[in-house]
């Protein structure tokens, strides 16, 4: 599975602490791997049908979108900001 990244994503990854985009890169990795490795406890979105939710760790998340077998990651950050509810 191809992995791409929003420019939102990007923006939003950059301002996350070192040890954060470390976490990050390594669930990166296992969801090019295995979209549903258990330690990214993948999850369906409430934004619509093809929209995921993946753990970066207990207080961080990133989202995604599935699109022909491939995801488009769309943001990272804190639970709450990460799955844009702030």
């Known amino acids: ?18 040890s954060i985009q ?3 890169d390594k669930q990166i990795n296992f969801l090019a791997i295995d979209f549903f490795h258990p330690s990214l406890n993948t999850k369906k979105h409430g934004f ?21 077998g491939d995801i488009i990651l769309h943001t990272v950050g804190s639970h709450d900001d990460g799955l844009g509810k702030k």
């Open 48 to 68: 619509g049908v093809d929209w995921w939710e993946f753990r970066v760790d207990y207080h961080f998340r990133m989202t995604g979108k599935k699109i022909n």
């Open 22 to 24: 470390r976490k990050v």
């Open 1 to 18: 599975m191809q992995v791409g990244k929003t420019a939102n994503f990007v923006k939003k990854y950059k301002k996350l602490p070192s």
